[in-house]
């Protein structure tokens, strides 16, 4: 594996100072696909929060490309190429998909890499080039979803924080959701998805982490983790 442009390192954090994480330690590679997995209540969304910079950990550190941003705050950490799609979509409800979408830039001054984000961002996602003029509450919880990852890519980052995508969905756009995810990380984003749905998650995977109760109980390649009996005894119902 070449050296991770994510690195988290004896990583606790928590809210009002009670813990939710005990001491975590984990890696992405650059170009990688990782999954976080777990139970709800696990402590995926509160490890995805700490890394971008919306809290910050009571003991270790967070590392992107080699620099620890454990202190940095979430407008900083996105400068530097870490965008965050937040567990339940956080749009702008009375806004227009485009409105939403030039929100997901707004760390960005020049109008014509803006544009050609958008352009790029509705390649990806052509039913959002068709609608972009609707308001996003009338959208259906996929398309929002849709909205809220293209959101996510219009800082151009370089790692790219996904959290709960499923949630809400039917299984079907589950499926289209996932597709999207694969589509963008072969695209050249590194990926890190935290994510309830194991098997779905890992199947898109190249490696994986298991979080039960704020720890990492196990760790390996994605198909590895697929193949744990323990894996599937507990999130598989197998």
Avoid: W
């Avoid at 960005?108 to 790029?120: F, V």
């Avoid at 969905?169 to 963008?184: D, F, G, N, Q």
């Amino acid at each position: 594996m070449t050296d991770p442009i994510l690195r988290v390192q004896g990583f606790h954090s928590g809210y009002d100072g009670v813990p939710v994480i005990h001491g975590i330690d984990l890696e992405v590679a650059e170009g990688e696909l990782v999954a976080i997995v777990g139970a709800n209540g696990a402590g995926k969304t509160t490890t995805m929060r700490t890394i971008a910079g919306l809290m910050h950990p009571f003991k270790g550190c967070v590392l992107f490309e080699g620099e620890d941003i454990s202190r940095k705050k979430a407008h900083e950490t996105n400068r530097m190429g870490i965008s965050y799609v937040p567990e339940g979509r956080r749009l702008f409800p009375k806004l227009t998909i485009k409105e939403n979408l030039e929100l997901g830039a707004f760390t960005k001054t020049d109008r014509e890499e803006i544009e050609r984000n958008l352009e790029q961002v509705f390649d990806l996602f052509p039913k959002l080039f068709d609608r972009r003029s609707q308001i996003a509450e009338t959208l259906s919880g996929g398309e929002q979803q849709m909205v809220a990852i293209a959101r996510g890519l219009m800082s151009n980052p370089r790692l790219l924080l996904l959290d709960e995508l499923s949630l809400g969905l039917m299984p079907s756009l589950v499926e289209k959701v996932m597709e999207a995810v694969v589509s963008i990380n072969r695209s050249g984003v590194t990926i890190l998805l935290v994510e309830q749905m194991v098997q779905e998650a890992l199947e898109i995977a190249d490696r994986g982490y298991v979080l039960q109760t704020g720890k990492i109980v196990q760790q390996g390649t994605a198909r590895e983790l697929l193949d744990s009996p323990e894996v599937r005894k507990a999130y598989m119902g197998m």
